[in-house]
């Protein structure tokens, strides 16, 4: 089992940063790939970007490639999200995820899940 708690997430207007954290607990963080969903109200979850184990593998969705960067300390149990040039149509709830593979950007594939954060980008 893992936990996995989100924190970050707040009002931003469009153009600003935000990074958003996901600290992890229980079995072996270093093991999982950790990843990166959103979901807007009523949809599915989305692939936002995830990076491996190691920490040096990483991909990326094609909307928030060259904007977001996603990296890790698994010293301490944390996986990150930047997010640069942050447009109001990227407001919605981010989850942080965790799986044992690499490479899926399905939700269906991913095991963990955080309880998500708010990111609000004002136009």
């Known amino acids: 089992q893992v936990q996995l708690v989100e924190s970050g997430g707040g009002l931003v207007q469009a153009g600003g940063s935000l990074r958003l954290s996901c600290a992890g607990s229980?079995?072996?963080?270093?093991?999982?790939?950790m990843g990166w969903f959103r979901q807007g109200a009523g949809k599915g979850r989305d692939f936002v970007a995830a990076i491996s184990w190691s920490g040096g593998m990483t991909y990326y969705a094609d909307s928030v490639k060259g904007r977001f960067t996603i990296s890790r300390d698994n010293a301490k149990n944390t996986v990150y999200l930047q997010m640069n040039s942050l447009k109001p149509e990227d407001t919605t709830v981010y989850f942080c995820?965790?799986?044992?593979?690499?490479?899926?950007?399905?939700?269906?594939?991913?095991?963990?899940w955080g309880q998500g954060t708010q990111v609000t980008v004002s136009s």
């Open positions: 995820a965790a799986t044992t593979y690499y490479g899926s950007s399905t939700s269906r594939a991913w095991t963990y």
């Open positions: 229980g079995r072996t963080f270093s093991g999982y790939t």
